[in-house]
Antibody, heavy 121, light 107 residues
Framework: QVQLQESGPGLVKPSGTLSLTCAVS?????????FNWVRQPPGKGLEWIGE???????NYNPSLKSRVTMSVDKSKNQFSLKLSSVTAADTAVYYC??????????????WGQGTLVTVSS | DIQMTQSPSTLSASVGDRVTITCRAS??????LAWYQQKPGKAPKLLIY???TLESGVPSRFSGSGSGTDLTLTISSLQPDDFATYYC?????????FGQGTKVEIK
């Protein structure tokens, strides 16, 4: 059973950088899946942030692309998200999620439990 | 970006009711649509992908249909465990986008 677990600071100062890590267990990061970040502001809907493949290829949401960096650490079977120049609008629950593998992919079959990140001074 | 619009935003229903939620895409998505269920404080759970394919382990009372720009999620007989918020998501083209959600409440 694949499990994903987010970790990182729950409080980030405005203009700072949000940094989160997602540890993958029960499966390999080096499989044929892409791994994603999705966020959800309190009481609002879901927003896809971007995805990364084990080889380092990435796709980012254009609305966040200038501030997002994703990376993988295959030795630790985990991947990471950095979001720079944060504001209160970046306050959200951040989820990591595994993409479905296959010829057509893009939906998420496994999710982490989510971690709340608050941007405040 | 492809905009996904769900209706209704909130739905009040009783146990045993047949419930239908609609998701309209701003352009054709060739059936590349997923549906998720989310309960308070929990991560979304995949219900359906490719518009109508039921994810393993999901009860058969859930079904998806539609094509082009108008797709639907139907719960044939609402159960107590089904009161939750439901989201559609297109994966036809980047960036992947979600509908705003439909909250299914107890009537």
């Amino acid at each position: 059973q694949v499990q994903l677990q987010e970790s990182g600071p729950g409080l980030v100062k405005p203009s700072g950088t949000l940094s989160l890590t997602c540890a993958v267990s029960g499966g390999s990061l080096s499989s044929s899946h892409w791994f994603n970040w999705v966020r959800q502001p309190p009481g609002k809907g879901l927003e896809w942030i971007g995805e990364i493949y084990h080889g380092g290829s990435t796709n980012y949401n254009p609305s966040l692309k200038s501030r997002v960096t994703m990376s993988v650490d295959k030795s630790k079977n985990q991947f990471s998200l950095k979001l720079s120049s944060v504001t209160a609008a970046d306050t959200a629950v951040y989820y990591c999620a595994r993409d479905s593998a296959g010829i057509v992919r893009g939906y998420f079959d496994y999710w982490g439990q989510g971690t709340l990140v608050t941007v405040s001074s | 970006d492809i905009q996904m619009t769900q209706s209704p935003s909130t739905l009040s229903a009783s146990v045993g009711d047949r419930v239908t939620i609609t998701c309209r895409a701003s352009q054709g998505i060739s059936g590349w649509l997923a549906w998720y269920q989310q309960k308070p404080g929990k991560a979304p759970k995949l219900l359906i992908y490719k518009a109508s394919t039921l994810e393993s382990g999901v009860p058969s009372r859930f079904s998806g249909s539609g094509s082009g720009t108008d797709l639907t999620l139907t719960i044939s007989s609402l159960q107590p465990d089904d009161f939750a918020t439901y989201y559609c998501q297109q994966y036809n083209s980047y960036p992947w986008t979600f509908g705003q959600g439909t909250k299914v409440e107890i009537k």
